[in-house]
């Protein structure tokens, strides 16, 4: 999926500021022991994580067989469908994917293609929002964000 900076900004800002989700159906009920490579599949290393509050975690992982990345948003109690999030975005190349809406354990997968590449990513849980800004290219510092509204 490709996205424009404008649109993935635009989706953003609208998301959070309005705190609501687009409704889309949920995953399979997945089991309490998910973990970021059962959703995102085989060959997949998690390479970063970020916790949303004590709601979940939000996983980078990656492919280095396809150069793919792949983010996840895992809550720590599926239950009862919650608003939550996952996104990648390559901002050198403008190509990113997201997930949206009422899941009752994850959010994603989301895939891009970021070899080479700085990547930024991130999710949310309820109403607890995290975003990782300029990830996992070598020795540049990361900037996190968490917030809730």
Same mark, same amino acid.
């Given at each position: 999926?490709?996205?424009?900076?404008?649109?993935?900004?635009?989706? #953003? $800002?609208?998301? =959070?500021?309005?705190?609501?989700? +687009?409704?889309? %159906? !949920?995953?399979?009920?997945?089991?309490?022991? /998910?973990?970021?490579?059962?959703?995102?599949?085989?060959?997949?290393?998690?390479?970063?994580?970020? #916790? $949303?509050?004590? =709601?979940?975690?939000?996983?980078? +992982?990656?492919? %280095? !067989?396809?150069?793919?990345?792949?983010?996840? /948003?895992?809550?720590?109690?599926?239950?009862?469908?919650?608003?939550?999030?996952?996104?990648?975005?390559?901002?050198?190349?403008?190509?990113?994917?997201?997930?949206?809406?009422?899941?009752?354990?994850?959010?994603?997968?989301?895939?891009?293609?970021?070899?080479?590449?700085?990547?930024?990513?991130?999710?949310?849980?309820?109403?607890?929002?995290?975003?990782?800004?300029?990830?996992?290219?070598?020795?540049?510092?990361?900037?996190?964000?968490?917030?809730?509204?």
């Amino acid at each position: 999926m490709r996205f424009t900076r404008s649109v993935l900004a635009a989706s #953003a $800002v609208a998301a =959070l500021s309005l705190g609501t989700m +687009t409704t889309l %159906a !949920s995953p399979a009920s997945a089991a309490p022991n /998910t973990t970021p490579q059962k959703v995102c599949g085989s060959g997949y290393k998690t390479v970063n994580s970020a #916790a $949303v509050g004590s =709601l979940g975690t939000i996983y980078l +992982t990656y492919n %280095a !067989s396809n150069g793919h990345n792949c983010v996840t /948003t895992i809550r720590n109690n599926p239950g009862t469908a919650v608003d939550m999030s996952a996104y990648v975005w390559v901002p050198d190349t403008e190509e990113g994917d997201s997930d949206a809406g009422l899941f009752k354990s994850y959010a994603g997968p989301t895939y891009v293609r970021g070899k080479g590449h700085c990547v930024d990513w991130g999710g949310s849980i309820s109403n607890v929002y995290v975003q990782v800004v300029g990830s996992n290219c070598g020795s540049l510092k990361e900037h996190r964000t968490t917030f809730t509204r």
